[in-house]
């Protein structure tokens, strides 16, 4: 007849740090670079979107309950695989925050020592420095933020007098910031729909890499996007997103 198990949804987990950070922290040699605890917090998304699947390929979900009505475990599931999986999810979850949150930190600290470097540089320039500092720049060059303004995604096309084409966007710009979403957080642009959803009617700030063909350098752009539905088109922008 079974075993009678009331919580056998809930996964059982031990205690210890199952990532780099936790493991990290733990022992105290809590000096990852910024560098490093982006490359971990990559690693800590793709881990669990293959968790995500994991389970998919159950037809279960984090909640789906594991027993019948009357508290048996249902015959027609992996529940040993399931809660491993759901166990590793909750880890992972909890060390994928604590890495936003330090890299966060970083990102400040960044643009803090970034902002102090060039006035540091400003104040030292000379008639010929500012000479030079007129010349078009790299991405490098232009960027204080270094990392988290890397072009995140690419416009692939946009729908003429639709809202992206009234704020200016073009086929090819590379999207470095969408409101508060960038490289860092973007979550393969998730993140961007739902900023779009939240400021339906208001003001998007949008900065922008755009390639120049004629002169081979790149323009940057801050442009002001206001999504909405009366356009005539379909969706709430008119353009078409894909990862950089």
Known sequence: MGLLMDS????????????????????GSDKMSLLELITEKDRVESELSALSSVLDSHGV????TLTTFDGYPRDDLDIA?????????IYLKNDYKSLMSRIEIGLHTHHASASHSEAAAKSRATVAASASMT????????????IIETPFARVN???SKSPADDAGLRAGDGIRSFGGVNWINHEKLTKVAEVVQRN?????????????????NDEELQLQLVPRRDWGGRGLLGCHLVPA
Not at 200 to 216: A, Y
Request: net charge positive; proline share 5%.
């Open 200 to 216: 339906e009617g208001r003001v998007i700030l949008v900065k922008v890499l755009r390639s120049d063909s004629s002169n081979q």
């Open 8 to 27: 056998l949804h809930a996964p059982v987990v031990a205690s210890g740090p199952t990532s780099g950070v936790a493991a990290a922290n733990d022992d």
């Open 61 to 64: 979900t984090m909640n789906t």
């Open 135 to 146: 010349a078009p720049s790299t991405i490098a060059e232009t960027s204080a933020f270094g």
């Open 157 to 159: 096309s946009v729908v």
């Open 81 to 89: 695989q399931i809660r491993t999986t759901r166990a590793r999810i």
